[in-house]
């Protein structure tokens, strides 16, 4: 049963973060502009992750390992987060779904690279596989005339492209991490550094929010946005890393399109398709292929 907790820990990260784009997308612009939203998130779950440390065993993090945890916070917190945020608003939901699966694939070069991380056949047809399935699943559960990689959106389409290849980096270069630390003590430390880098950028439209007009509905989903989105699926994903490569992290990226169309047909704005149902079968045999523990033969 434990050979199966990293993979429940991606599922369950992965379902946070498909219901967070409906749920983040009713709080901004209206009553939070991106970067400010961006500032409440790492400040709110920084002060969740270093309470929760407190309280347990207090491991500390050796200085020599700074410099790793810095760049982490640079790359998994705050270029990541406020690309994608920012690049959100310009470009198109199509346009950045598409781009985004493009993550798995930066994932297993810059791992190849930086981890000298195989790239065997079985795990290359994984990745491609998904590939197509969740490409497919975008386009059918999408209107067609919302995709248009243009002048318009060309911007935004490059934030987004940055922010799939900062989160790589963040991957792999988090995992030599974990094989001495415990998730919560990497996590909160990459939280804290990411802060340094988000507050000049986030604080002054963080300044900017009117809490006293804010309905309570909106409130529950900021609550759901730091605590679901940013504190649990953070430290679901950084536990999974700790057991399987970072490219198995990644692969699960290609769930989301799947949870999107779930939601849809249970709350009656989509219905399931021949189409659907194999781009579905494709992407969880890409999960299964990916996931499938590699043969070395360096």
Known sequence: MTKYLPHLALLAANLIYGINYTIAKDVMPTYIEPFGFIFLRVIGALFL?????????????????????????????????????????????????????????????????LLKERISLLRGAGIAIGLIGACTLIFVSQNSTDFSFGNDTIWGDLMILINAASYGVYLVLAKPLMTKYQPLTVIKWVFTFGLVFVFP?????????????????????????????????????????????????????????????IVAVLLGADSLTVVKIVASILIFTSVYLVSKPQISKR
Do not use: H
């Not at 500390?60 to 990541?80: H, Q, S």
């Open 201 to 261: 950028i986030g604080i002054s439209e963080f300044s900017a929010i009117e809490w006293t007009v804010m309905p309570p509905k909106i409130m529950y989903e900021i609550a759901f946005v730091i605590i679901g989105t940013t504190f649990f699926a953070y430290l679901l994903n950084i536990y999974a890393l700790k057991k399987v490569n970072p490219s198995v992290v990644s692969i699960y990226l290609y769930l989301q399109p799947i949870i999107a169309t």
């Open 49 to 113: 992750f270093w309470t929760i440390s407190f309280l347990g065993n207090g491991e500390k993090a050796d200085k020599k390992d700074f410099p790793r945890l810095i760049v982490c916070g640079f790359f998994g917190v705050a270029l990541n987060q406020l690309l994608f945020f920012k690049g959100l608003n310009i470009t198109t939901p199509i346009n950045a779904s598409i781009i985004m699966t493009s993550n798995p694939i930066l994932v297993l070069l810059i791992s190849s690279f």
